[in-house]
């Protein structure tokens, strides 16, 4: 989990623009989804929205996607008024929804080549393509097979695979990765990795913070609708945190309390977890020490690099897993 | 209209795996009416004045044909409608691509009126081959049915689209289709039936279709004029088109 915020995201940005929003709003009824937010996408990037569970992610993709029509504001996707030129849009955008809508009454390759007949692709053009798109996704053996057998992750690499039928200048991705297993997650994580390599710009919501860390070159972090912070991740880290996190468990709920006591002392930010002790600081070994309120007093301890999670944390007061319930 | 037809290309290429399921309602079903009927209980009947010239298995098998295939086309506006919106979320996917929510709902519909035109056209030959078609203008009917078809499965689209659960599907099958089918003038003209549910059938498409699938394959007259059959079975072509188009947009891209 201690990745390293620098160096991470190689992917040059270009200056090209390939989609703005300003005073993006998405309302259900009096449900107001996504209230008011402005970000740049451009060309080359990987962009990340980052946000717990209902913060407006999947409402701001729908609305990038133009499956979801704009309540209010403006935004312009390759150029283009997605009210009047969904369609050409969608021609230029891959999409891998956050549910799962392969079809099942289909075989794997007839998931590609249909969808690619979607595109107006010709059926000897998706002929190779669908044999190339198999090759990527790891998936040519099981090529004439039914959707349903194939395991999570086969199935999320297949519309992944989809995604990318009509070679796509702008790839959404929601949650790409929830509900895998670790070793399902690295595998897919392989194939993103390539596709940014290869210079596909990605738009990517997620909660995970160690992928938005390593996969974005630039972020929005959402809640309730808004945008409380954008930047790099390294950037947004080095703005909002020190360096380190001190990560601590007593013994006794008092000495948590005294040991919150004690990082206020020090001048130190603490965040008092349910199970634990967060305190922020630029050297955490030298903290350390100090935080020990009586002898043996902490039954764990363990410092890394400041995250994403914490800067959420700290703008919100919430961690990404509480803010979601 | 390219776009809507690639959703019907969709449905094509998914029944051929899936036609097997569909031969005994598109097919058996309606050829042991035909025997039994109209063979067997044809036979009984003497006073055939009621059938314009007709036999009674003439009579009843432009009935049975669009009958069945009304009740296949019912079918399709209900359980794969939800299935494409939600169960496998085939059309939200197909949304996401230059294909829009009104072409989904075009192109089911074309799907659709194929599907029923084919269905109609081996019904009509098998048909004939058993003497139960007396002229060559039945090729008409297959244009009919497909458009009777369609009468009922656009409505029946936008009715699934709005709403959440499949709940409602069987109750429409067992108490508006299957009683449609009997009442509608498919064994008996409705002259024999009550005033009153002379004018329910009469709301419907099925009957109207019906009347104008006899009157081509056998010229028997009907009690209104063939435009007036027409009109009503293109008033609910294009009413249900137009509110199908309008509930999948507001499924498929809220």
């Known amino acids: 989990m201690s990745v390293g915020a620098e160096g991470t995201n190689t992917a040059p940005a270009g200056d090209e623009v390939l989609a703005v929003a300003t005073g993006l709003v998405k309302r259900f009824g009096s449900f107001v989804a996504v209230n008011g937010i402005d970000f740049e996408i451009r060309r080359g990037e990987a962009f990340g929205f980052l946000g717990p569970n209902g913060a407006g992610k999947t409402s701001a993709m729908r609305m990038l996607g133009c499956t979801s029509p704009i309540s209010d504001g403006q935004l312009r996707v390759f150029g283009l008024d997605p009210k009047r030129d969904g369609w050409k849009i969608r021609s230029r955008l891959g999409v891998v929804p956050q549910l799962d809508n392969l079809d099942i009454d289909l075989s794997v390759e007839e998931n590609l080549y249909i969808y690619g007949r979607y595109f107006g692709l010709r059926r000897q053009e998706l002929l190779a393509k669908v044999t190339d798109l198999l090759e990527f996704a790891q998936l040519s053996e099981r090529r004439t097979s039914t959707v349903d057998p194939l395991s999570g992750g086969m199935k999320r690499r297949l519309t992944i695979a989809r995604a990318l039928i009509n070679d796509p200048e702008l790839i959404l991705l929601d949650e790409p990765t929830t509900g895998l297993d670790p070793q399902a997650r690295q595998l897919l994580w392989d194939r993103l990795w390539d596709l940014k390599s290869s ?3 990605l738009v990517v919501t997620t909660h995970y913070m160690d992928e938005a860390e390593q996969l974005c070159d630039r972020l929005v972090i959402m809640d309730h609708g808004r945008i409380v912070d954008e930047g790099g991740p390294s950037e947004l880290i080095a703005r909002h945190c020190p360096r380190e996190v001190i990560e601590l468990r007593y013994r006794r709920p008092e000495f948590h309390e005294r040991g919150a006591a004690a990082a206020a002392d020090l001048g130190l930010r603490a965040e008092s977890m349910r199970d634990r002790l967060l305190v922020y600081a630029d050297d955490g ?12 007093s902490i039954s764990s301890v363990l ?5 994403l999670e914490d800067v959420f944390l700290t703008l919100t007061g919430r961690s990404l897993v509480e803010a979601g319930l | 209209m390219t776009a809507a037809l690639r959703v019907a290309e969709r449905e094509v290429r998914f029944f051929r795996t899936a036609w097997r399921a569909t031969v005994f309602s598109a097919f058996v079903a309606p050829l042991l009416y035909l025997l039994a009927l109209g063979t067997g209980l044809g036979g009984l009947i003497d006073d055939t004045s009621g059938f314009g010239g007709a036999t009674y298995a003439q009579f009843i098998a432009p009935g049975l044909m669009v009958g069945s295939v009304v009740q296949i086309a019912a079918n399709a506006g209900l359980w794969p409608v939800m299935a494409g919106h939600r169960w496998i979320g085939f059309h ?14 075009t192109g089911w519909l074309v799907w659709v009126a194929g599907r029923a035109a084919a269905q109609s056209a081996i019904f009509l030959v098998i048909a004939a081959v058993l003497g139960a078609i007396g002229s060559p203008a039945a090729v008409l009917s297959i244009v009919i049915a497909a458009l009777t078809a369609v009468a009922f499965t656009a409505p029946l689209m936008a009715y ?14 067992r108490v508006l ?12 003209p409705v002259s024999s039936l009550p005033m009153v549910l002379q004018w329910v059938v009469g709301v419907f498409p099925l009957w109207h279709g019906t009347e104008l699938a006899r009157t081509v394959s056998t010229g028997v007259d009907s009690p209104l004029h063939p435009v007036v059959h027409l009109a009503v079975v293109l008033v609910w072509v294009g009413a249900g088109w137009l509110v199908a188009r309008r509930a999948f947009v507001r499924r498929l891209t809220p």
């Open chain 1, 199 to 201: 210079g596909t710009s």
């Open chain 1, 285 to 296: 070994d030298a903290v350390v020490p100090k935080l020990d309120v009586e002898p043996d």
């Open chain 1, 303 to 307: 410092v890394r690099r400041s995250s």
């Open chain 2, 92 to 105: 939200r996917a197909a949304v996401s691509t230059p294909v829009s929510a009104p072409d989904v709902a």
């Open chain 2, 160 to 173: 699934t689209a709005s709403v959440d659960s499949d709940q409602a599907f069987d109750p429409i099958m």
């Open chain 2, 177 to 188: 289709v299957t009683p449609l089918f009997l009442f509608s003038g498919t064994f008996f």
